[in-house]
């Protein structure tokens, strides 16, 4: 089945804008892309509930990293666990990072997110002029000391899931990986997705490689193009330009893609399944720290499957076309991934 382009093309549009955006920071002050949220009924202060605050460098309105942050961010002031929140975004790692961060813990935001791994020598440079506020940064590798935190991204959980499906839609082909770059996380999600993929047809194989940057569709079109040339039927992306990109090249070759943190059904019928991140159970972890005064030494907060962190999204397009046995296979593990049973492996190499 292959869809239209257009979906891709608005959202390679709106990646393009970010990317732009971000750089553009770099000659203004650093308030500059701030969105605060203002509680009703006056004060946050006066609650006594903490309030959360988040710095992103890209735009947080990106149906993926970003949005799944403000979604987090939302769910936890709907639900009165926290007061309000503040987002700063189109802000570049660095002079402007640092500015942004300093800025959140003078006004009394704690915690205090900086929402991508560029974030950490931001981080560490700030937290030691307040100690008692969590300074957390998307790590992923459990990075922690004294106040500044980090948060994992154990997103292999659900490609192992994704690779069942795929492997049980497709007759034939390998894995196709991408990353932005060649680190942890991205090699974990694709030897899951292969593990899963190998569980419905244990001679699959498979290849994986590093873009070199984050939001370049084009680039990463071409990557994976050029492993659909060499067999790929299965794509599983790490990174919003990296499935983009993929997404694209599925659509021309009739090939299977999946979403990544966020439901990415809507951008074409090739894309078979999404995961998404539920950043509220993240967020709730790091607030229920500040609110207990367990600031400093903080912690590594690992959320994943098991605590409802991580959800698989099948496209209702794909669902009447899964074979019964593979479904039930997915099922299986996926209930015994949520009750602890089984434990998808982090594979890194």
């Not at 079109?221 to 090249?249: N, R, S, W, Y």
Request: proline residues 5%; glycine residues 12%; negative net charge.
């Amino acid at each position: 089945m292959r869809s239209s382009h257009r979906p891709l093309r608005r959202w390679r549009a709106a990646l393009a804008v970010t990317a732009a955006a971000a750089l553009l920071v770099l000659a203004g002050c650093g308030d500059a892309g701030r969105r605060d949220t203002a509680p009703a009924g006056g004060d946050p202060a006066a609650s006594g509930k903490p309030r959360l605050a988040i710095v992103y460098y890209p735009q947080f309105k990106d149906g993926s990293w970003g949005e799944a942050a403000l979604t987090g961010a939302q769910k936890l002031k709907d639900a009165g666990v926290i007061a309000d929140f503040a987002v700063q975004e189109n802000v570049n790692p660095g002079a402007d990072g640092v500015r942004a961060l300093r800025s959140f813990a003078e006004q009394g935001y704690n915690p205090i997110i900086a929402h991508s791994f560029n974030y950490g020598d931001d981080v560490k440079q700030v937290a030691s002029d307040f100690p008692n506020t969590i300074f957390a940064y998307a790590g992923g590798f459990g990075d922690v000391k004294d106040n500044v935190a980090d948060y994992s991204q154990p997103f292999w959980e659900a490609t192992y899931l994704e690779g069942i499906l795929g492997a049980g839609v497709t007759t034939g082909g390998n894995v196709a990986g991408a990353g932005g770059f060649d680190i942890p996380v991205c090699r974990a999600m694709y030897n899951a997705y292969l593990d899963g993929a190998k569980l419905v047809r244990p001679d699959t194989t498979g290849s994986f490689v590093a873009v070199g940057d984050w939001s370049d569709v084009q680039r990463a079109k071409e990557a994976a193009l050029a492993q659909a040339d060499q067999g790929a039927t299965m794509f599983v992306g790490c990174g919003q330009g990296p499935t983009f990109g993929q997404i694209e090249a599925a659509t021309e070759r009739g090939a299977v893609a999946n979403g990544y943190t966020g439901d990415m059904s809507g951008l074409s019928g090739q894309v078979l399944a999404s995961f998404t991140w539920n950043l509220d159970k993240v967020f709730q972890e790091m607030v229920a720290d500040v609110v207990a005064g367990k600031t400093n030494p903080t912690r590594y907060y690992e959320v994943g499957m098991t605590d409802d962190g991580l959800d698989v999204v099948i496209n209702p397009a794909w669902k009447d076309r899964i074979p019964a046995g593979v479904m039930a296979t997915f099922e299986q593990k996926l209930a015994d991934i949520r009750s602890g049973a089984f434990t998808v492996p982090m594979n890194k190499q």
